[in-house]
DNA sequence: AGCACTCTAGACAGACCTGTCTGCTAATCT
DNA sequence: AGATTAGCAGACAGGTCTGTCTAGAGTGCT
């Protein structure tokens, strides 16, 4: 095979592979088992199923997805890059430009998502509860998310001069996770004046809400 | 039937409810079922591995548990006991009876369970992943022991003088459940300083270590 | 001796699981 | 025109799941 060939094959695999991603079926198929595997668990919520409220064939969900594994890590892949476009959202708020309001807005934001009845945890916490296995491809997928919001942290502490960024960002990284938590477990009503308190000792900053 | 019948006929049933509880079948069963959910997730682990590895007859599982359910309920129960033995055991340390260096000892006893190659998270947080119902006796047992973890923080602060013990406590709560995330998903080499850190400026204090 | 209880071994039913395969239609690309 | 691809419907295999049941052995209480 010449290299102009290998090139041009290369592309139409390439070609082929962005057409896969974009087709309905597949969107419908990832939609579908995003909000059973959040709402109930990935053990716990069978191919049947997805592939019964997707209306879509058997034999279609195994061409775009080789097995219910590969489903689970498009499905936590899909979390990632939800989480980062809306932190990316944040970040490009049109406001003063300070990085300790951003932070301040991301964990309000978080507050507010977690109030609502329907959210039952991290999504990534809740998966990595099922998948024991650290070498497991979700699990690393969750690792680079982890990874991920640990670093945003840094070069947002960084960037608002905090004196120690590395630990201030491994305390906020504690304060997400118990967040995530509690909104799921606890009654979260008095969350708010918590979470002030938490920040105002943690980031020497108080909410402005 | 006479009241005293009534009465002693009650009595043997609880002394046969207690025998029950105490049957080396039963404990095995619980004790094999305890190391597998919590190693590899509720839903991952069948009724029959547990009996093969608990070396008990199927029929003996089904006398002591009337469903899986009940099983699941007996080991969210029984880390509960454990959990509050361990805290109890802190409590009664002795030492200069100061409430805040408890309360540290708690943590720092978290962190080195959490440093446990074994260790994959928070019990309670891994199964009510697997439970999205909040009415579920499982649940409603995860629910006590939060209760309990957050109102003794509560006790603790309140004992040692703290100006907000409320909001200290759920800040507290807040740190717990992110520290037990982090030893389970994150490299937690360089956790120790970061909890220091948090303990700091959360309590005012820092650990002795 | 008689009875109740605990336990073992394992068959069994009925449901559900993942994943494969056949056969068919229709669109799209070369 | 021919080939590839996406999609649908559904049967099927082989396994695992929970939970029930039969049949019998041992043990302790009365």
Redesign the pocket.
Known sequence: MSPATAASSAA?AEA?AD??AA????RRVLETASALFYAEGVHAV????IIAEA??????F???FP???ALVDAYVAEQFRFQREIAEAFLAEPGDGDPRAALVRVFTYMTEAGADPAFRGCPFVNVAAEYPDPEHPVRRTIAEHRAWFLDLMRRLLAAADDPAPDRTAGILLLLRDGLTVRCYLDDASDLRPVLEDALERVLGVAPES
């Open positions: 139409a082929a057409r896969r087709s309905p079926a597949r069978g191919i049947d199923r209306k879509v064939a058997k034999a279609t195994y061409h775009h097995a219910k594994d």
